[in-house]
């Protein structure tokens, strides 16, 4: 209800029936008088013949001696108040009257500053007398506005981490186009057209050649292209999948790919540098474990998995009682993917491996939904 409402009604209608409930009525109209002054007096006005339309308009609605607000309380609550109440109205309705003084005319172009635009848009320049009048002036010695501190992304600050392991082993960082073409993200990796692997892989084409990567290894290709052997990099980057998004999947993620490239390298080089990497990652307590898998861009390929972080390997709802957890794939270098780097897979050979980086800030920080990343949820960003 507003306030031309309320003063329009008797007490009884607005079931004020003890001085309690009366003097609460009567605070909310002395609130009212203040925040409508203070209303004007932030506001301020152009010219003097505004200032005066202003504060007439203003005491008017309070104070008219026939339809003001004043008055309406005077007949609608004073004269209709029943004879226990009255004593409290009476005294409450003098307060009100005392402190609705400030609205008179003459009261309110004291306090009223004027505020003249100046040349540029939206810059006030103040009166001398609106300066010095306590409520018109603007404070300049209050502080400025405080725009809160970022912090870098868990998604960027596992990135950086696992780049530093593998750049201390001696790999450079590579990066390539998000938007690829098919022959780099699937034809160079020995995924021509009619793999069935295409399918897991599908994902935006912007048309029949060109398409959003599916993965980071387009980079390893061109980097081979570029260096040739012998070649130790890594790939971080985004892409992009078909998957529908739920906790675990994403459209857009992250992945750091690896690829090693010289004379006489094997799986068990492979092996030696992931276990050093999930060490320094997870902590000196993991132990690592190699399956089989299949990828169509190495031979042979495996999985690595790392014992559980959250049970140390006893078996739990995350590992689903296991005791391991698959942290990424792995494997030789398919010899038909060095020959699309223009690398003579008779002479050298390669091991590569891929792993998605917000899984890995999962693990690490005990998060369930992948979901959360994208979010931009500050809430949640700010616990890193
Ligand atoms: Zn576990």
């Given at each position: 209800?507003?306030?031309?409402?309320?003063?329009?009604?008797?007490?009884?209608?607005?079931?004020?029936?003890?001085?309690?409930?009366?003097?609460?009525?009567?605070?909310?109209?002395?609130?009212?008088?203040?925040?409508?002054?203070?209303?004007?007096?932030?506001?301020?006005?152009?010219?003097?013949?505004?200032?005066?339309?202003?504060?007439?308009?203003?005491?008017?609605?309070?104070?008219?001696?026939?339809?003001?607000?004043?008055?309406?309380?005077?007949?609608?609550?004073?004269?209709?108040?029943?004879?226990?109440l009255?004593?409290?109205?009476?005294?409450?309705?003098?307060?009100?009257?005392?402190?609705?003084?400030?609205?008179?005319?003459?009261?309110?172009?004291?306090?009223?500053?004027?505020?003249?635009?100046?040349k540029?848009?939206?810059?006030?320049?103040?009166?001398?007398?609106?300066?010095?009048?306590?409520?018109?002036?603007?404070?300049?010695?209050l502080p400025?506005?405080?725009?809160?501190?970022?912090?870098v992304?868990?998604?960027?600050?596992?990135?950086?981490?696992?780049?530093?392991?593998?750049?201390?082993?001696?790999?450079?960082?590579?990066s390539?186009?998000?938007?690829?073409?098919?022959?780099?993200?699937?034809?160079?990796?020995?995924?021509?057209?009619?793999?069935?692997?295409?399918?897991?892989?599908?994902?935006?084409?912007?048309?029949?050649?060109?398409?959003?990567?599916?993965?980071?290894?387009?980079?390893?290709?061109?980097?081979?292209?570029?260096?040739?052997?012998?070649l130790?990099?890594?790939?971080?980057?985004?892409?992009?999948?078909?998957?529908?998004?739920d906790?675990?999947?994403?459209?857009?993620?992250?992945?750091?790919?690896?690829?090693?490239?010289?004379?006489?390298?094997?799986?068990?080089?492979?092996?030696?540098?992931?276990?050093?990497?999930?060490?320094?990652?997870?902590?000196?307590?993991?132990?690592?474990?190699?399956?089989?898998?299949?990828?169509?861009?190495?031979?042979?390929?495996?999985?690595?998995?790392?014992?559980?972080?959250?049970?140390?390997?006893?078996?739990?709802?995350?590992?689903?009682?296991?005791?391991?957890?698959?942290?990424?794939?792995?494997?030789?270098?398919?010899?038909?993917?060095?020959?699309?780097?223009?690398?003579?897979?008779?002479?050298?050979?390669?091991?590569?491996?891929?792993?998605?980086?917000?899984?890995?800030a999962?693990?690490?920080?005990?998060?369930?939904?992948?979901?959360?990343?994208?979010?931009?949820?500050?809430?949640?960003?700010?616990?890193?």
């Amino acid at each position: 209800m507003t306030i031309d409402e309320k003063v329009r009604k008797t007490l009884k209608e607005l079931e004020a029936k003890t001085p309690d409930e009366v003097n609460n009525l009567f605070a909310g109209v002395i609130a009212a008088v203040e925040s409508e002054r203070q209303k004007l007096v932030t506001r301020g006005t152009a010219d003097e013949s505004e200032r005066e339309r202003l504060a007439k308009e203003l005491r008017d609605r309070w104070l008219a001696r026939k339809s003001g607000i004043i008055s309406s309380i005077d007949e609608c609550w004073l004269k209709t108040a029943p004879k226990e109440l009255k004593p409290a109205v009476g005294r409450a309705f003098n307060e009100l009257r005392k402190a609705s003084a400030v609205l008179e005319t003459n009261e309110l172009l004291k306090a009223i500053p004027l505020k003249r635009r100046g040349k540029r848009q939206g810059e006030l320049i103040f009166s001398a007398d609106a300066g010095t009048s306590k409520m018109g002036g603007r404070d300049l010695t209050l502080p400025g506005y405080r725009r809160p501190l970022g912090s870098v992304h868990p998604v960027t600050q596992v990135m950086r981490e696992i780049e530093d392991i593998f750049l201390g082993l001696g790999f450079s960082i590579e990066s390539g186009p998000e938007i690829e073409s098919v022959y780099y993200n699937f034809e160079a990796l020995n995924i021509p057209e009619s793999h069935p692997a295409r399918d897991d892989w599908d994902t935006l084409y912007v048309n029949s050649q060109v398409l959003l990567r599916t993965h980071t290894s387009p980079v390893q290709i061109r980097a081979m292209e570029k260096h040739g052997a012998p070649l130790y990099i890594i790939c971080p980057g985004k892409c992009y999948r078909h998957d529908n998004p739920d906790s675990t999947h994403a459209t857009m993620f992250h992945q750091v790919e690896g690829l090693a490239v010289d004379t006489d390298i094997s799986f068990a080089d492979l092996k030696g540098t992931l276990d050093f990497f999930a060490r320094k990652f997870f902590g000196e307590k993991i132990r690592t474990n190699f399956f089989p898998s299949f990828f169509p861009f190495t031979e042979p390929s495996g999985d690595l998995a790392i014992s559980c972080v959250f049970c140390e390997g006893k078996g739990c709802r995350v590992c689903k009682e296991s005791g391991w957890v698959e942290v990424m794939g792995c494997g030789m270098v398919h010899p038909e993917v060095l020959r699309h780097g223009g690398i003579d897979p008779g002479r050298y050979s390669g091991w590569a491996f891929g792993l998605g980086v917000e899984r890995f800030a999962m693990m690490k920080y005990d998060i369930n939904d992948i979901q959360l990343f994208h979010q931009g949820d500050a809430r949640f960003l700010e616990q890193f």
